[in-house]
């Protein structure tokens, strides 16, 4: 299916019914194999403690999209968007249940939208009614029973996104109408939200030189990378070289489990850096990876993005980078269910510096 087939198109619901003419949780669009392409961070923002679920909607009737974030204090983070892949700061709301799923739609049929949170229990969903300028009244209480099988539907548990130390939820839209499928991810483990726009820039465009060593994993063998942190739930492979879904050569990493990769090298000024960017594939299984950058000074920062299902993706994720610390470490963390699951492949992986 073409990606121009994904635009948001805003329009108006019946109550109680479809959430489909809103752009809701985008674990409903994981399962399709029309992404694939290039993925550039464009910007992290703010929300509530350690958010569970992500959904969008278009709460102004502006034709702009904009984020609803459930967090586990028993808030929302409401972020209205620019339309040019910018958001405003977080507008925080309370909730009456702690939140499992979250999902946007017209619940009383004014043409507005609104935002559900059904609890972690699945028993009972917080309502807040949208006033039509992106603005909401104070949440009302519902039981489970008192909405359409059609909406339940939206809410059912998604699959465990997890990876490296944190769970992370993700939506994918066009947050600045260029016909190109972006995402966006809270992250549990940061309270952020980080925005990535499609098709932001050609990979291997990017100039410099690379410090990584056996950055394609061309040898046969995964060395300098050392295995790192590893929070497997049940026994898994270590990562290896595997003859599959090669995006530039021979090899490309494998992994199964919740473990990370790891590269160290000579301490590098971030304001030396022009890309750090990497291919992954994880097929058929809607799991995250995680990039984290790793300072001389000890300090780190964790960045969460999904791969499509089917396809190799670019990420570009240079922007997260933080000012005035130097770079030593990048660790990539990959996730799959156990052994016999579907794995994290990587491939072309980059940290291109001035020449």
């Known amino acids: 299916m073409p990606r121009s087939q994904f635009r948001y198109q805003p329009r108006f619901c019946k109550p109680l019914t479809t959430v489909s003419c809103f752009l809701t949780l985008g674990i409903l669009f994981l399962s399709s194999a029309a992404f694939g ?12 403690q350690h958010p569970a679920a992500i959904a969008a909607g278009d709460f102004r009737g502006s034709g702009k999209i904009d984020l609803a974030v459930a967090n586990g204090g028993k808030t929302v983070s409401v972020l209205l968007g620019n339309g040019d892949g910018t958001f405003g700061k977080a507008a925080e709301y309370r909730l009456g249940v702690v939140p499992g799923q ?37 949440h009302l209480e519902v039981s489970s029973g008192q909405v359409s099988a059609e909406l339940l539907s939206r809410l059912r548990p998604a699959p465990a996104t997890r990876s490296g130390l944190q769970t992370a939820s993700v939506v994918f839209a066009d947050f600045n109408g260029d016909g190109q499928m972006d995402e966006a991810v809270a992250m549990n483990g940061r309270s952020m939200v980080s925005i990535l726009l499609g098709g932001a820039e050609v990979p291997g465009t990017g100039s410099g030189t690379n410090i990584l060593q056996n950055s ?134 980059e940290i291109l510096v001035n020449n």
Not at 37 to 48: D, H
Not at 110 to 132: C, E, N, P, T
Not at 260 to 285: C, D, K, R
Request: net charge negative; with cysteine; aromatic share 12%.
């Open 37 to 48: 392409g290039t993925f550039k961070a464009a910007g992290n923002y703010v929300v509530g």
């Open 102 to 138: 979250i999902v946007v739609a017209d619940f009383n049929g004014d043409g507005h939208a609104d935002i559900l949170v059904q609890d972690v229990s699945g028993a009972r969903i917080s309502v807040l009614m949208g006033k039509g300028d992106g603005s909401f009244e104070p």
């Open 216 to 349: 394609g994993f061309e040898t046969g063998t995964l060395a300098p990378w050392v295995l790192g942190n590893n929070f497997c739930g049940s026994p898994c492979a270590v990562w290896a070289d595997l003859l599959y879904h090669p995006i530039q050569g021979a090899w490309d990493a494998g992994n199964e489990g919740n473990m990370e990769l790891v590269q160290s090298f000579a301490a590098t000024p971030s304001s030396s850096i022009n890309s750090i960017g990497l291919w992954m594939l994880h097929p058929n299984y809607p799991a995250t990876t995680a990039i984290d950058f790793i300072y001389s000074d000890g300090t780190d920062d964790e960045f969460v993005v999904f791969p499509s299902n089917q396809n190799w993706d670019f990420f570009i994720v240079t922007s997260n980078l933080a000012a005035g610390k130097s770079l030593q470490e990048i660790g990539i963390w990959g996730y799959s269910g156990g052994i016999g699951s579907p794995v994290t492949f990587l491939d072309g992986v």
